[in-house]
């Protein structure tokens, strides 16, 4: 079987992310692996060591830059790695299509890629692809076995969790608690370095949603530090909320 | 015309039908153009009946393939309803499963999708939207250009709808499933424990952290404060990754993303994927042990103490003197 996983490369949840009249500014930002994504290398890795026979291929969207990540995902043990090069920040459907595309070219039967985005706040990606591939998805699974063709997940809903069961192909979108990831070894990132890494201009269609414009949300807060001991700084605090904030 | 999808559970609607009808009145009005609702289930007819309420046209799918949901078929249902019906807007609510069959609706109809926007509205024959990125730290601005919209609205993001003045009318709608629709298979579900409430839904969140020192200790002091507040319990990741809560109580990047009126941090130190999770409640308490966790630059009250000791002691205060 062929797996590919999908990668993204994301501003590090600590830095600062700034914007100057409407205008996105991650000058001096360090770029990452999105966490969310790095489930889905570690599962397909996990998928080959529990007896599958697998090509894993690692796929990413983004600027030049993003070789990173597939450099990265080789190291863990990635086999090949395929950038689409992309320079503005793309509405996940267009981008779907474009990654379908790449994905039926590969001849894969299994997709994984995070649940979430952590620069868009997006967690479209994963249903887009599918979609456009006229396959199935489970959304954020936190439990994904293989049996020959067939498969079973645990994913969350709104109300608790659910499992599935189906036949391949299928998009994953990954997240927290189906595995915890690896980290890559000296020897591998060296290694990684000789496998095979492919770069191609992302072949986008149409873009049917568009970012406008961009603004740090700054929200005031009090930040009262109540003093003294627990039973005068509670009884303070139950007072304040009902008198002066008025939410109990 | 704007539809709105209603999503219920137990025979009535969720919280968030009330929000979306709410935030398709202002389209509607604003661009001159009708609202209607849809139902999805077998047994959407008291649902249905309910929308009537608030909504002049509300159509109703009945069909056994909706129960339970999966998103393929709802998906179906939703696509269809849509081109059906001629939508130029489509409302779901920015739930798990809204979040799931949305992209899904709007590449199937060649429309765009605004996800997860804290505010919606026409300029002309335009659809914009607010929404948070960058982790709920950036407000974007964004605008579709292919229609129909699909618009999935954050929980909690619009005021709940107060009743129309006349009744509107139930209508049926078939819709043409296929084999594809069915192919996964719904084997189990389990649901939170009953009673307490969703935590998207909940007016106060407590959530706690590791300072608890065990699961047993979260029970009794974060649990109990949770339901004297008839709050819902949010968890730290450090505390679903040692077990002692389930993943679905996470908040966080990784976890739920809440907007209660009131949220109680206690032992969060509040790291900026915590954050992301709740920096939108309106009213934020910490309680930490260390005066320098980042929690407490982002609340609106603090307590620099103990957990142990502070959150019995507000339990106590909360009762009152008797």
Known sequence: MKIVTILKQVPDAEARVRTKDGVLDLAGTTFVIDGMDEYGVEHALRLREAGAEAEIVAVAYGPPASEQVLRSALALGADRAVLLEAEAQLDPLALAGALAALIREQGADLVLTGGMQADWDSAALGPAVAEALGWPHVDWATAFRLDGERFEAVHDVDDGSETLRGSLPVVITTQQGLNEPRYPTLPNIMKAKRKPLEVRPADVETVQTEARSFEVLARERRRTVLEGDPGSATAELVRLLRDEAKVL | ?322
């Open chain 2, 1 to 322: 015309m704007i539809l709105i999808v209603v999503e219920h559970a137990h025979g009535a609607p969720r919280k968030s039908a009330f929000e979306l009808v709410g935030v398709g009145r202002a389209l509607a009005a604003a661009s001159g153009r009708p609202l209607a609702a849809l139902v999805l289930g077998r047994d959407g007819d008291a649902v249905a009946n309910e929308l009537t309420g608030f909504v002049a046209d509300v159509h109703v799918v009945r069909d056994a393939r909706l129960d339970p949901p999966r998103v393929e078929t709802v998906t179906r249902a939703v696509a269809h309803a849509a081109s059906a019906l001629g939508a130029s807007v489509v409302l779901v609510p920015a739930s798990r499963a809204g979040l799931s069959y949305g992209p899904r609706v709007a590449l199937r109809s060649g429309g765009a999708l605004l996800e997860d926007v804290t505010s919606v509205a026409f300029e002309g024959d335009t659809v914009v939207a607010t929404r948070l990125t960058y982790l709920s730290r950036v407000n974007a601005t964004v605008v579709a250009s292919a229609t129909p919209v699909v618009v999935s609205v954050k929980l909690g993001a619009a005021a709940v709808a107060p009743l129309a003045d006349t009744r509107g009318s139930v209508h049926e709608l078939a819709v043409p499933f296929e084999a594809d629709d069915e192919r996964l298979e719904v084997v189990e579900r389990q649901r939170l424990v009953k009673g307490r409430v969703a935590l998207e839904e909940a007016d106060v969140v407590v959530c706690g952290g590791r300072g608890f020192g065990s699961s047993a200790a979260f029970e009794q002091h974060v649990v109990a404060l949770a339901d004297a507040l008839a709050a819902g319990v949010g968890a730290t990741r450090a505390v679903v990754d040692a077990g002692w809560r389930p993943y679905g109580e996470q908040i966080g990047q990784t976890g739920k993303t809440v907007a209660p009126k009131l949220y109680l941090a206690l032992a969060v130190s509040g790291a900026v994927q915590h954050l992301s999770g709740m920096n939108r409640a309106g009213v934020i308490v910490a309680v930490n042990k260390d005066a320098d966790a980042p929690i407490f630059k982002v609340s609106d009250y603090g307590i620099v103490g103990d957990v142990l000791e502070v959150v019995p002691a507000l339990q106590r205060a909360l009762a009152g003197p008797d």
